[in-house]
């Protein structure tokens, strides 16, 4: 820490010692993970005074007081877990963690429908690869092809999200995915969620999440997208859930077979328990 960011902080500190509430604090607490976070990608690190952390958590995230979090919640569309509650601060401070990762993205040219509309099939071949991590490089690459920047971001609890999408003035598009509970067919479904509403250009939302109607169509819409419909409805008439039956469907819809056994669990049609469970990928946030 330099001298005059030294400085600052202890004018800041003297001039607000006093303005900071244990509400505020409170705040802070839920959110101090996440400012750590934003502060390491700038070199710096968070102050083990609190006083000094709330300071140093209302500059990154550009709020007179935390507690204004709510009045000042961007506009953006989540996907959003449906068994978890949304604590509106930690995520506010998630979108803000996410707009500096995807400040590292170089901007690309104005997102282009129908080039992105032909492409999006490509993306399934990503699935197939055995290390997260080497994928999502290449992932990116393909958004950012299409005139979308893509950053895959630290999940927080608190902020049950899967995954963020906006459109910038400019036309481009950012899309923040979380890898959140790790099963791999959950991501896959979130991205490919994601996708749904760039297709159906969900941007026009007034609040920060869709309403329902708009959920379920990108839902099923990134289902389709996944495994053909009819060919989906098919083997699940036809009831037999072997593996090597499993495994038709997924070759013939080019998907690795555990996006099919999590449709599947999905749809009640096997346990969430059972054993084909053991055979999807898990991956991890290092």
């Known amino acids: 820490m330099n001298l005059q960011r030294n400085y600052d902080l202890d004018l800041a500190e003297y001039k607000d010692r006093n303005s900071i509430t244990e509400e505020e604090y409170r705040v802070f607490h839920k959110i101090a993970d996440i400012v750590a976070e934003i502060l390491s990608i700038k070199g710096e690190r968070l102050e083990s005074d609190r006083v000094l952390g709330v300071i140093q958590a209302r500059r990154e995230l550009r709020v007179a007081s935390l507690l204004n979090i ?13 068994t978890a509650d949304v604590d509106e601060y930690v995520t506010f401070a998630w979108q803000r963690l996410c707009d500096h990762f995807l400040a590292q993205v170089p901007r690309p040219e104005a997102h282009d429908r129908r080039r992105f509309e032909r492409k999006v099939a490509g993306l399934k071949r990503f699935m197939f690869e055995a290390d997260i991590r080497e994928a999502i490089p290449r992932v990116r690459d393909f958004f950012l092809s299409c005139g979308t920047r893509l950053v895959v971001v630290k999940h927080y609890r608190g902020a049950p999200i899967h995954g963020m999408t906006r459109k910038n003035a400019d036309g481009t598009i950012d899309l ?13 479904f979130s991205l490919f969620h994601e996708v749904a509403h760039i297709l159906h250009g969900d941007f026009a939302n007034g609040g920060l999440f869709h309403d329902d109607e708009t959920e379920e169509r990108a839902d099923q819409k990134a289902a389709a997208l996944l495994i053909q419909e009819d060919s989906y409805r098919d083997f699940v008439a036809a009831g037999n859930f072997s593996w090597d039956r499993i495994a038709d469907l ?5 998907v690795p077979e555990y996006i099919v056994v999590g449709r599947l669990q999905h749809d009640g049609h096997l346990p969430w328990q059972h054993e084909y469970s053991r055979r999807i990928p898990i991956y991890t946030w290092e």
């Open 70 to 82: 709510p009045s000042v919640m961007q506009q953006a569309l989540y996907r959003k877990s449906k």
């Open 250 to 254: 997924a070759h013939h819809s080019n």
């Open 176 to 188: 923040c995915l979380t890898i959140r509970r790790g099963r791999a067919d959950i991501f896959w």
